[in-house]
C-alpha cells in the first residue's frame, strides 16, 4: 500500500509541475501575443488609420491614389491635373515600355482617368499607334523619355507637371 500511496503522490506531484509548466507557457505565450498586438497596432495600423482619415474627405479616386503602394500623392497629383486638363471625350496616350514602372498600366490609368480613353504605345512604333486616332482629341503622356521628342507630331505642345512628367497637347486644344 505504501508503494501505491508512493507511487500516488509522486503522480500527484508530476502534474503540479507539468500544471505549472503549462501554466508558465500559456502566460508567456499570452506575454509575447501582447507584445506583437503592440508591435502591429504601433507599426501598421496607426499610421494607416491616420492616413486613411487624412483623406477621408476625398473622392474615391483619389483617395484610392493617395493609398495606393506604387501610386502615392506624387501621381494622384499628376492625375488630378490630367483630369483638369483634359477633355472628358479625349484619348490619352501612355507609354508601354518597362521603364516607365507603374505608368504603364493602362488599367490603372483607365481608373484614374475615366471616362477619358487610354491607350499604350513604344516608342519603337510611336507614329504607328497615333494613326487613326482623332489628332484633335489626343493627348500625349510623357514620362521621362517618353515618347522621344522627335516623334512627337507637329503641332503638339508641352505642358509640364514637374521634371520628369507631363502631357503633350494639341495647340490651342486645352479646356
Known sequence: MSRFKALSSWLTAQQALTSRVFRLAIAVIALASLGQLFVVVREYVAPWSARVWEVRDLPAWERAGILATGFGPELTEFASFLRDLLPESAVIVIPAEKSAGDLRH???????????????????NFPNCLAGIDDQMTYIMRVETFPPPSLVPVGYEYLAFDAELGVYVRSGSQK
Open 106 to 124: 493602362p488599367n490603372l490609368w483607365q481608373y484614374f482617368l475615366i471616362p477619358r480613353t487610354v491607350r499604350t504605345c513604344v516608342s519603337a
